[in-house]
T-cell receptor, first 115, second 113 residues
């Protein structure tokens, strides 16, 4: 039972353009969402998070949007840079229930930004 | 710099030979986690410590155990590694459990021969 899904295994974008990475979840108890970036042979690096009381959070070039009714979140990177090329993981946690304090990860999306 | 450190970065062991992976943190976080990640898959939580309170995931094999002797250190013990245990093992920490960001170490790549 995959509670967090990233349906696009890969995304290719031109430098300077917008990258949009998508994530869907099924567990209505999830109320905290995060995006991580991972380079090969390294651990995931935290990028940005959003609480379910918000629908948008912005940090520099990175913006996360949350649509609770659709159980969908997205990460926008503007403008995209070649150094953004990595695997991006969406993750979710809950402040109650069996997912309390645990991160459930999506499968990841490989982003490639071409110069 | 405050950080999560994992040693070694690469570990080779033999089938059935016990192996221990270590994690330390300078963030003074209450919670420490161990994840297993296999190629092209999402990280999978094995267990976590909330302070000294150990929490095992229901589907974590008995072959995997953990120790947290103090706030800063946490160990993953694999008693009898099988070929299927070859993976990247990630340690993470968070200040608390609820609505908190987890910070990851660089991981230990385990190879079982």
């Amino acid at each position: 039972d995959q509670q967090v899904k990233q349906n696009s295994p890969s995304l290719s974008v031109q430098e300077g353009r917008i990258s949009i990475l998508n994530c869907d979840y099924t567990n209505s108890m999830f109320d905290y969402f995060l995006w991580y970036k991972k380079y090969p042979a390294e651990g995931p690096t935290f990028l940005i998070s959003i609480s379910s009381i918000k629908d948008k959070n912005e940090d520099g070039r990175f913006t996360v949007f949350l649509n609770k009714s659709a159980k969908h979140l997205s990460l926008h990177i503007v403008p995209s840079q070649p150094g953004d090329s990595a695997v991006y993981f969406c993750a979710a946690s809950a402040t109650g229930g069996t997912s309390y304090g645990k991160l459930t990860f999506g499968q990841g999306t490989i982003l490639t930004v071409h110069p | 710099d405050a950080m999560v450190i994992q040693n070694p970065r690469y570990q080779v062991t033999q089938f059935g030979k016990p192996v221990t992976l270590s994690c330390s943190q300078t963030l003074n976080h209450n919670v420490m986690y161990w994840y297993q990640q296999k190629s092209s898959q999402a990280p999978k939580l094995l267990f976590h410590y909330y302070d000294k309170d150990f929490n095992n995931e229901a589907d974590t094999p008995d072959n995997f155990q953990s120790r947290r002797p103090n706030t800063s250190f946490c160990f993953l013990d694999i008693r009898s590694p099988g070929l299927g245990d070859a993976a990247m093992y990630l340690c993470a920490t968070s200040r608390d459990r609820a609505a908190e960001t987890q910070y990851f170490g660089p991981g230990t790549r385990l190879l079982v021969l």
